[in-house]
Protein backbone atom coordinates (compact mmCIF):
# COMPACT_ATOMS: atom_id res chain seq x y z
CA UNK A 1 0.00 0.00 0.00
CA UNK A 2 1.33 3.04 -1.09
CA UNK A 3 1.50 5.89 1.56
CA UNK A 4 3.49 8.90 0.32
CA UNK A 5 3.60 10.59 -3.03
CA UNK A 6 6.87 10.96 -3.02
CA UNK A 7 9.96 9.76 -1.26
CA UNK A 8 13.03 11.77 -0.96
CA UNK A 9 16.56 10.20 -0.92
CA UNK A 10 19.97 12.56 -0.09
CA UNK A 11 23.32 12.67 2.01
CA UNK A 12 23.19 14.77 4.94
CA UNK A 13 25.10 17.30 3.41
CA UNK A 14 22.48 18.01 0.45
CA UNK A 15 19.97 18.53 3.13
CA UNK A 16 19.46 21.87 2.30
CA UNK A 17 17.42 21.08 -1.58
CA UNK A 18 15.35 18.10 -0.19
CA UNK A 19 14.31 20.36 2.73
CA UNK A 20 13.43 22.87 0.11
CA UNK A 21 11.41 20.45 -2.19
CA UNK A 22 9.55 18.62 0.84
CA UNK A 23 8.60 21.95 1.84
CA UNK A 24 6.77 22.99 -1.38
CA UNK A 25 5.57 19.29 -1.71
CA UNK A 26 3.79 19.25 1.63
CA UNK A 27 2.42 22.89 0.83
CA UNK A 28 0.95 22.09 -2.04
CA UNK A 29 -1.02 18.84 -0.40
CA UNK A 30 1.09 15.93 -1.20
CA UNK A 31 2.36 13.32 0.91
CA UNK A 32 6.39 13.42 1.15
CA UNK A 33 8.48 11.20 3.65
CA UNK A 34 11.13 13.72 4.54
CA UNK A 35 13.22 12.34 7.84
CA UNK A 36 13.07 15.46 9.87
CA UNK A 37 8.95 15.41 9.16
CA UNK A 38 9.07 11.19 10.47
CA UNK A 39 11.39 12.00 13.94
CA UNK A 40 8.82 10.89 16.03
CA UNK A 41 7.45 7.77 13.83
CA UNK A 42 11.53 6.96 13.44
CA UNK A 43 12.13 6.66 16.75
CA UNK A 44 12.13 3.20 18.41
CA UNK A 45 11.99 1.65 14.61
CA UNK A 46 14.28 -0.61 13.15
CA UNK A 47 15.60 1.69 10.65
CA UNK A 48 16.90 -0.82 8.21
CA UNK A 49 13.52 -2.42 7.88
CA UNK A 50 11.64 0.71 8.09
CA UNK A 51 13.48 2.63 5.31
CA UNK A 52 13.88 -0.67 3.17
CA UNK A 53 9.64 -0.78 3.33
CA UNK A 54 9.37 3.14 2.23
CA UNK A 55 11.64 3.21 -0.37
CA UNK A 56 10.81 -0.05 -1.88
CA UNK A 57 6.66 -0.15 -1.25
CA UNK A 58 5.15 2.81 0.44
CA UNK A 59 5.70 5.69 -2.41
CA UNK A 60 4.01 6.76 -6.06
CA UNK A 61 8.19 8.29 -6.92
CA UNK A 62 11.75 8.04 -5.29
CA UNK A 63 13.49 11.57 -6.09
CA UNK A 64 17.19 11.33 -5.40
CA UNK A 65 19.32 14.26 -5.11
CA UNK A 66 22.80 12.87 -6.28
CA UNK A 67 26.36 13.74 -5.94
CA UNK A 68 29.83 12.86 -4.22
CA UNK A 69 28.33 12.83 -0.92
CA UNK A 70 25.52 10.62 -1.81
CA UNK A 71 28.22 8.19 -3.01
CA UNK A 72 29.74 8.09 0.16
CA UNK A 73 27.27 7.30 2.41
CA UNK A 74 25.94 4.13 3.68
CA UNK A 75 22.71 4.72 4.43
CA UNK A 76 21.61 6.59 0.69
CA UNK A 77 23.32 3.48 -0.42
CA UNK A 78 20.77 0.96 1.36
CA UNK A 79 17.62 3.51 0.31
CA UNK A 80 19.05 3.54 -3.68
CA UNK A 81 18.99 -0.36 -3.46
CA UNK A 82 15.60 -0.88 -2.31
CA UNK A 83 13.95 1.54 -4.98
CA UNK A 84 16.41 -0.15 -7.82
CA UNK A 85 14.48 -2.91 -6.44
CA UNK A 86 10.93 -1.38 -6.88
CA UNK A 87 11.96 0.32 -10.50
CA UNK A 88 13.15 -3.44 -11.32
CA UNK A 89 9.70 -4.99 -10.44
CA UNK A 90 7.37 -2.24 -12.17
CA UNK A 91 9.63 -1.50 -15.00
CA UNK A 92 8.78 2.46 -14.93
CA UNK A 93 10.55 5.58 -14.08
CA UNK A 94 9.94 4.90 -10.03
CA UNK A 95 13.42 6.70 -9.69
CA UNK A 96 13.73 10.40 -10.66
CA UNK A 97 17.58 12.07 -10.13
CA UNK A 98 18.29 15.24 -9.57
CA UNK A 99 21.70 15.61 -9.90
CA UNK A 100 24.05 18.48 -8.03
CA UNK A 101 27.32 16.84 -9.90
CA UNK A 102 28.52 14.42 -12.05
CA UNK A 103 29.39 11.86 -10.00
CA UNK A 104 28.48 8.36 -11.56
CA UNK A 105 26.05 6.55 -9.34
CA UNK A 106 25.61 2.20 -9.15
CA UNK A 107 22.49 1.56 -10.91
CA UNK A 108 21.81 4.77 -12.16
CA UNK A 109 22.99 4.88 -15.61
CA UNK A 110 23.49 8.19 -17.37
CA UNK A 111 21.51 7.48 -20.25
CA UNK A 112 18.27 7.94 -17.52
CA UNK A 113 16.40 11.56 -17.87
CA UNK A 114 17.27 13.58 -14.78
CA UNK A 115 16.83 17.43 -13.67
CA UNK A 116 20.15 19.55 -12.85
CA UNK A 117 20.14 21.46 -10.03
CA UNK A 118 23.07 23.58 -11.74
CA UNK A 119 21.38 24.73 -14.12
CA UNK A 120 17.80 25.02 -12.64
CA UNK A 121 15.79 25.86 -9.35
CA UNK A 122 14.43 23.70 -6.90
CA UNK A 123 11.06 25.18 -7.89
CA UNK A 124 11.67 24.13 -11.40
CA UNK A 125 12.00 20.91 -9.85
CA UNK A 126 8.99 21.28 -7.90
CA UNK A 127 6.88 22.00 -11.46
CA UNK A 128 8.43 19.07 -13.07
CA UNK A 129 7.07 16.87 -9.94
CA UNK A 130 3.81 17.94 -9.87
CA UNK A 131 3.24 17.64 -13.14
CA UNK A 132 4.27 14.17 -12.89
CA UNK A 133 2.26 13.59 -9.88
CA UNK A 134 -1.31 15.18 -11.37
CA UNK A 135 -0.67 12.86 -14.24
CA UNK A 136 -0.25 15.47 -16.53
CA UNK A 137 2.21 16.24 -19.67
CA UNK A 138 4.88 18.47 -18.16
CA UNK A 139 5.26 22.15 -19.88
CA UNK A 140 7.94 23.88 -17.78
CA UNK A 141 11.77 24.99 -18.39
CA UNK A 142 12.68 22.70 -15.74
CA UNK A 143 11.22 19.28 -17.88
CA UNK A 144 12.54 20.29 -21.24
CA UNK A 145 15.73 19.94 -19.62
CA UNK A 146 14.93 15.79 -19.14
CA UNK A 147 16.58 13.11 -21.60
CA UNK A 148 12.81 12.20 -21.56
CA UNK A 149 9.64 11.51 -19.60
CA UNK A 150 6.43 8.97 -19.46
CA UNK A 151 3.66 10.04 -17.88
CA UNK A 152 2.31 7.60 -14.79
CA UNK A 153 -0.86 6.13 -15.34
CA UNK A 154 -2.72 5.84 -11.32
CA UNK A 155 -4.71 3.00 -11.90
CA UNK A 156 -5.51 2.94 -8.10
CA UNK A 157 -9.46 2.03 -7.67
CA UNK A 158 -11.60 3.75 -4.80
CA UNK A 159 -15.16 3.65 -2.50
CA UNK A 160 -16.66 6.48 -1.89
CA UNK A 161 -18.41 6.35 1.71
CA UNK A 162 -20.05 8.97 2.73
CA UNK A 163 -21.16 8.62 6.97
CA UNK A 164 -24.37 9.01 8.49
CA UNK A 165 -22.62 12.73 10.01
CA UNK A 166 -21.77 13.73 6.40
CA UNK A 167 -18.26 13.19 6.16
CA UNK A 168 -16.63 11.88 2.96
CA UNK A 169 -14.01 8.97 2.45
CA UNK A 170 -12.36 7.74 -0.69
CA UNK A 171 -10.61 4.50 0.49
CA UNK A 172 -8.58 2.47 -2.08
CA UNK A 173 -9.50 -0.90 -2.57
CA UNK A 174 -8.00 -4.36 -3.99
CA UNK A 175 -11.17 -6.62 -4.27
CA UNK A 176 -14.66 -6.24 -4.65
CA UNK A 177 -17.94 -8.69 -5.22
CA UNK A 178 -21.58 -6.97 -5.34
CA UNK A 179 -24.15 -9.79 -5.63
CA UNK A 180 -27.96 -8.97 -5.38
CA UNK A 181 -28.17 -8.25 -1.88
CA UNK A 182 -24.25 -7.99 -0.21
CA UNK A 183 -21.32 -5.97 -1.40
CA UNK A 184 -17.76 -7.44 -0.18
CA UNK A 185 -14.67 -5.53 -0.45
CA UNK A 186 -10.54 -5.41 1.02
CA UNK A 187 -10.25 -2.39 1.70
CA UNK A 188 -6.87 -0.45 1.88
CA UNK A 189 -6.98 2.64 4.25
CA UNK A 190 -4.17 5.71 3.49
CA UNK A 191 -5.14 7.93 6.49
CA UNK A 192 -5.76 7.47 10.33
CA UNK A 193 -8.97 9.38 9.74
CA UNK A 194 -10.06 5.89 7.39
CA UNK A 195 -9.32 3.50 9.89
CA UNK A 196 -10.54 5.78 12.47
CA UNK A 197 -13.77 5.45 10.49
CA UNK A 198 -13.72 1.79 9.57
CA UNK A 199 -13.15 1.05 13.76
CA UNK A 200 -16.39 2.78 14.52
CA UNK A 201 -18.31 1.02 12.20
CA UNK A 202 -16.59 -2.48 13.65
CA UNK A 203 -17.62 -1.17 17.03
CA UNK A 204 -21.06 -0.29 16.21
CA UNK A 205 -21.86 -3.17 14.42
CA UNK A 206 -22.58 -5.62 17.89
CA UNK A 207 -24.63 -2.39 19.70
CA UNK A 208 -27.92 -2.02 19.91
CA UNK A 209 -28.84 0.72 17.64
CA UNK A 210 -26.39 -0.43 14.73
CA UNK A 211 -29.87 -1.25 12.68
CA UNK A 212 -30.37 2.92 12.28
CA UNK A 213 -26.54 3.02 10.71
CA UNK A 214 -26.78 3.66 6.94
CA UNK A 215 -23.79 4.40 4.60
CA UNK A 216 -23.67 6.10 1.58
CA UNK A 217 -21.65 3.92 -0.77
CA UNK A 218 -20.35 4.60 -4.69
CA UNK A 219 -18.20 1.97 -6.76
CA UNK A 220 -17.30 2.16 -10.06
CA UNK A 221 -20.72 2.91 -11.83
CA UNK A 222 -22.93 2.12 -9.28
CA UNK A 223 -24.20 3.52 -5.72
CA UNK A 224 -26.27 2.68 -2.70
CA UNK A 225 -27.11 2.85 0.91
CA UNK A 226 -25.71 0.15 2.64
CA UNK A 227 -25.26 -1.31 6.40
CA UNK A 228 -22.25 -2.65 7.60
CA UNK A 229 -22.40 -6.04 8.63
CA UNK A 230 -18.99 -7.36 9.18
CA UNK A 231 -15.68 -5.41 9.54
CA UNK A 232 -12.26 -7.43 10.11
CA UNK A 233 -8.90 -5.99 9.97
CA UNK A 234 -6.23 -8.19 8.69
CA UNK A 235 -2.33 -8.23 8.66
CA UNK A 236 -0.27 -9.32 5.52
CA UNK A 237 3.26 -8.51 6.10
CA UNK A 238 3.46 -5.03 6.28
CA UNK A 239 -0.09 -4.74 4.50
CA UNK A 240 -3.21 -4.19 6.45
CA UNK A 241 -5.93 -5.18 4.95
CA UNK A 242 -9.53 -4.39 5.94
CA UNK A 243 -11.83 -6.90 4.57
CA UNK A 244 -15.59 -5.52 5.26
CA UNK A 245 -19.37 -6.38 4.28
CA UNK A 246 -22.15 -4.31 3.97
CA UNK A 247 -26.06 -5.38 2.88
CA UNK A 248 -27.43 -3.15 0.28
CA UNK A 249 -30.80 -1.47 1.70
CA UNK A 250 -33.17 -1.56 -1.34
CA UNK A 251 -36.18 0.03 0.00
CA UNK A 252 -33.82 3.39 1.25
CA UNK A 253 -32.76 3.91 -2.13
CA UNK A 254 -35.52 2.99 -4.68
CA UNK A 255 -37.69 6.35 -2.57
CA UNK A 256 -41.42 6.79 -3.05
CA UNK A 257 -42.42 6.73 -6.88
CA UNK A 258 -45.71 8.51 -5.74
CA UNK A 259 -43.12 11.53 -4.73
CA UNK A 260 -42.29 11.76 -8.70
CA UNK A 261 -45.35 14.55 -10.08
CA UNK A 262 -45.58 16.86 -12.81
CA UNK A 263 -45.26 20.26 -12.14
CA UNK A 264 -46.32 22.50 -14.76
CA UNK A 265 -44.71 21.84 -18.09
CA UNK A 266 -41.90 19.86 -15.96
CA UNK A 267 -42.57 16.26 -15.75
CA UNK A 268 -40.51 13.39 -13.69
CA UNK A 269 -38.43 13.25 -16.38
CA UNK A 270 -37.67 16.83 -17.26
CA UNK A 271 -37.22 17.07 -13.09
CA UNK A 272 -34.51 14.88 -13.09
CA UNK A 273 -32.66 16.39 -16.61
CA UNK A 274 -32.71 19.27 -14.52
CA UNK A 275 -31.48 17.70 -11.27
CA UNK A 276 -28.56 15.68 -13.22
CA UNK A 277 -27.62 19.17 -14.70
CA UNK A 278 -26.93 20.68 -11.54
CA UNK A 279 -25.21 17.71 -10.29
CA UNK A 280 -23.01 17.51 -13.56
CA UNK A 281 -22.62 21.18 -14.94
CA UNK A 282 -23.48 23.20 -11.53
CA UNK A 283 -26.85 24.34 -13.10
CA UNK A 284 -29.17 26.87 -11.73
CA UNK A 285 -33.06 26.74 -11.00
CA UNK A 286 -34.72 26.51 -14.35
CA UNK A 287 -37.15 28.79 -15.82
CA UNK A 288 -40.86 28.46 -14.34
CA UNK A 289 -42.86 26.89 -16.82
CA UNK A 290 -44.94 29.16 -18.94
CA UNK A 291 -48.32 29.01 -16.99
CA UNK A 292 -46.90 30.19 -13.77
CA UNK A 293 -43.95 32.86 -15.30
CA UNK A 294 -46.55 35.88 -14.77
CA UNK A 295 -47.67 35.04 -11.53
CA UNK A 296 -45.79 37.36 -8.73
CA UNK A 297 -46.20 37.86 -4.97
CA UNK A 298 -46.80 34.75 -2.61
CA UNK A 299 -47.83 32.40 -5.35
CA UNK A 300 -45.12 33.23 -7.53
CA UNK A 301 -42.73 32.65 -4.62
CA UNK A 302 -44.49 29.83 -3.72
CA UNK A 303 -44.46 28.19 -7.34
CA UNK A 304 -40.45 28.89 -7.48
CA UNK A 305 -40.05 27.24 -4.30
CA UNK A 306 -41.51 24.44 -5.35
CA UNK A 307 -40.29 23.91 -8.33
CA UNK A 308 -36.68 23.91 -6.34
CA UNK A 309 -37.41 21.54 -3.99
CA UNK A 310 -38.85 18.96 -6.73
CA UNK A 311 -35.25 20.07 -8.78
CA UNK A 312 -33.32 19.08 -5.44
CA UNK A 313 -34.87 15.87 -5.15
CA UNK A 314 -37.71 14.56 -2.90
CA UNK A 315 -36.05 10.87 -2.35
CA UNK A 316 -32.25 10.41 -0.90
CA UNK A 317 -29.56 13.16 -1.45
CA UNK A 318 -30.89 16.37 -1.76
CA UNK A 319 -29.06 18.61 -4.34
CA UNK A 320 -28.70 22.04 -3.80
CA UNK A 321 -25.41 22.35 -5.68
CA UNK A 322 -23.04 20.43 -7.76
CA UNK A 323 -20.23 18.41 -6.04
CA UNK A 324 -17.69 18.77 -8.18
CA UNK A 325 -15.91 22.55 -8.02
CA UNK A 326 -15.76 22.18 -3.95
CA UNK A 327 -13.67 18.85 -4.68
CA UNK A 328 -11.50 20.52 -6.85
CA UNK A 329 -10.60 22.70 -4.53
CA UNK A 330 -9.41 19.81 -2.14
CA UNK A 331 -8.03 17.48 -4.66
CA UNK A 332 -7.36 19.90 -7.63
CA UNK A 333 -3.50 19.32 -7.44
CA UNK A 334 -3.57 15.49 -8.24
CA UNK A 335 -5.69 15.37 -11.71
CA UNK A 336 -6.26 11.92 -11.51
CA UNK A 337 -7.10 11.82 -7.98
CA UNK A 338 -9.60 14.93 -8.69
CA UNK A 339 -11.58 13.25 -11.68
CA UNK A 340 -11.77 10.09 -10.08
CA UNK A 341 -13.10 11.84 -6.55
CA UNK A 342 -15.38 14.02 -9.07
CA UNK A 343 -16.96 11.10 -11.18
CA UNK A 344 -17.57 8.79 -7.89
CA UNK A 345 -19.11 11.67 -5.92
CA UNK A 346 -21.81 12.38 -9.14
CA UNK A 347 -22.51 8.53 -9.48
CA UNK A 348 -23.26 8.46 -5.53
CA UNK A 349 -25.73 11.72 -6.33
CA UNK A 350 -26.93 10.98 -9.35
CA UNK A 351 -28.50 7.58 -8.21
CA UNK A 352 -29.40 7.89 -4.72
CA UNK A 353 -31.12 10.96 -5.57
CA UNK A 354 -32.81 8.75 -7.95
CA UNK A 355 -31.98 10.61 -11.16
CA UNK A 356 -31.03 7.67 -13.01
CA UNK A 357 -31.33 4.49 -12.10
CA UNK A 358 -28.53 2.66 -14.70
CA UNK A 359 -25.35 5.00 -16.63
CA UNK A 360 -24.57 4.07 -19.65
CA UNK A 361 -21.84 7.01 -20.00
CA UNK A 362 -20.13 8.66 -17.79
CA UNK A 363 -16.47 10.55 -19.17
CA UNK A 364 -14.75 13.60 -16.41
CA UNK A 365 -12.13 15.62 -17.45
CA UNK A 366 -10.46 18.30 -16.40
CA UNK A 367 -9.53 20.90 -19.13
CA UNK A 368 -8.11 23.30 -17.11
CA UNK A 369 -8.28 25.34 -13.30
CA UNK A 370 -11.36 26.71 -14.33
CA UNK A 371 -13.53 24.00 -16.19
CA UNK A 372 -14.32 20.26 -16.34
CA UNK A 373 -15.62 18.34 -19.72
CA UNK A 374 -18.68 16.75 -18.95
CA UNK A 375 -20.22 13.94 -21.41
CA UNK A 376 -22.92 11.54 -19.41
CA UNK A 377 -25.77 9.67 -20.89
CA UNK A 378 -28.16 7.61 -18.58
CA UNK A 379 -31.06 5.97 -18.12
CA UNK A 380 -33.71 6.59 -15.57
CA UNK A 381 -36.13 3.30 -14.25
CA UNK A 382 -39.06 2.52 -16.13
CA UNK A 383 -42.55 3.88 -14.98
CA UNK A 384 -44.90 2.85 -17.37
CA UNK A 385 -45.45 -1.00 -18.77
CA UNK A 386 -46.15 0.47 -22.21
CA UNK A 387 -43.36 2.64 -22.62
CA UNK A 388 -39.38 2.31 -22.60
CA UNK A 389 -37.35 4.18 -20.32
CA UNK A 390 -36.40 7.69 -20.54
CA UNK A 391 -33.28 8.02 -21.63
CA UNK A 392 -31.72 11.40 -21.23
CA UNK A 393 -28.00 13.09 -21.86
CA UNK A 394 -25.87 16.06 -20.51
CA UNK A 395 -22.75 17.53 -22.28
CA UNK A 396 -20.83 20.54 -21.54
CA UNK A 397 -18.99 22.31 -18.88
CA UNK A 398 -18.87 22.18 -15.26
CA UNK A 399 -16.83 26.15 -14.39
CA UNK A 400 -15.00 25.28 -11.16
CA UNK A 401 -15.52 29.07 -10.16
CA UNK A 402 -17.57 31.69 -10.22
Given at each position: MQKYDVALSFAGEDRKYAKELADLLN????????????????WGKNLYDHLSSIYKDKARYCVMFLSKHYDQQLWTNHERQMAQARAFQENREYILPVRLD????????????????????????????????SGATPKTAATDRTTFNVVEIDTTEYVLLISRDEKTYFIPFQNVQWDSTEI???????????TAFLRSLRRHISEAFARDIFIALALREDAAWVKPQEIVETTFGSQIIWKVVF???????????????????????????????????????????????????????LNEATLEMYVRGTNGFQISASPIPPLYRIFGKKQTQFEKFARLTSILYLKLSNTVEEILQFDLKLLNSNQVEVKFKGRRRKRFTNKPPYIFEVNGTCQLSE
Open positions: KNGYLCFYDENELANLDTEIPGIPPTIGYLDLRSITIEEVYEALDKKLSLELLPESPEENEERHRQNGDPLSEVTFGSFTPEKLAEERAKRILLNKKLPELPDDFQNRTGPAGL
